[in-house]
């Protein structure tokens, strides 16, 4: 499977933009982009995810570049709830079980 | 419907004994989903049930692992000979069937063998 590439760790201030930088060098023309977080003492959760176009949903935006080597995961305010481990993954359209590789994720802390 | 839940959420054993755990997915999800995870890492892939029927197993999952689904609802996670490499937070998630099918993530079990 196509590898990801993410910052171990990044910080933010309370109610400012983040963007999460994600690259995908090796993503295949069928490779789906997902993007999951997980908080504190708690499961994984989806975030968002995106085939090509920009995708924008109630919790997030994602901007994938031209080429598909890398995308952005987009909190348009931080909140101290968003502080979690950000992890983004290429899961192909053949994967016929839905797994998810995770790999190391971005750790994000949101300072008050 | 109250998400994915597993039980117990924690479980302190001794080396060499036997621990279940258990996963009740969201109801009308037909495929559920086994991860394993160590301080620091990402989740790890284990196993995977499609209603009842187990269609694929990771390497991690050693011979002393068994997972079971047998009426394609609850599943069960057994590690048998527990060793202390076991300690681990033990997630199960679900999802419908779809190419980009959301997975629902439980809060995880957490095993410490002693």
């Known amino acids: 499977d196509a590898k990801t590439t993410q910052p171990n760790s990044m910080e933010s201030n309370e109610e400012e933009p983040v963007h999460l930088p994600c690259n995908h060098s090796t993503i295949s023309g069928t490779d789906y982009i997902h993007w999951y977080r997980q908080l504190p003492s708690q499961g994984p959760e989806y975030v968002i995810h995106?085939?090509?176009s920009n995708v924008n949903n109630r919790m997030a935006s994602l901007a994938i570049a031209e080429d598909r080597k890398s995308s952005t995961l987009i909190l348009h305010r931080a909140t101290l709830r968003d502080a979690a481990v950000y992890y983004c993954i290429l899961r192909p359209l053949n994967n016929a079980g839905n797994m998810l590789t995770f790999g190391g994720g971005t750790r994000l802390m949101v300072k008050p | 419907d109250t998400g994915v839940s597993q039980d117990p959420r924690h479980k302190i054993t001794k080396r060499g004994q036997n621990v279940t755990f258990r996963c009740d997915p969201i109801?009308?999800?037909?495929?559920l989903y086994w991860y394993r995870q160590t301080l620091g890492q990402g989740p790890e892939f284990l196993t995977y049930f499609q209603n009842e029927a187990q269609l694929e197993k990771s390497r991690l999952l050693s011979d002393r692992f068994s997972a079971e689904r047998p009426k394609g609802s609850f599943s069960t996670l057994e590690i048998q000979r527990t060793e202390q490499g076991d300690s681990a937070m033990y997630l199960c998630?679900?999802?419908?069937?779809?190419?980009?099918?959301?997975?629902?993530f439980g809060e995880g079990s957490r095993l410490t063998v002693l």
């Open positions: 998630a679900s999802s419908s069937q779809g190419a980009t099918g959301e997975l629902f």
């Open positions: 109801s009308e999800h037909n495929r």
């Open positions: 995106g085939l090509t």
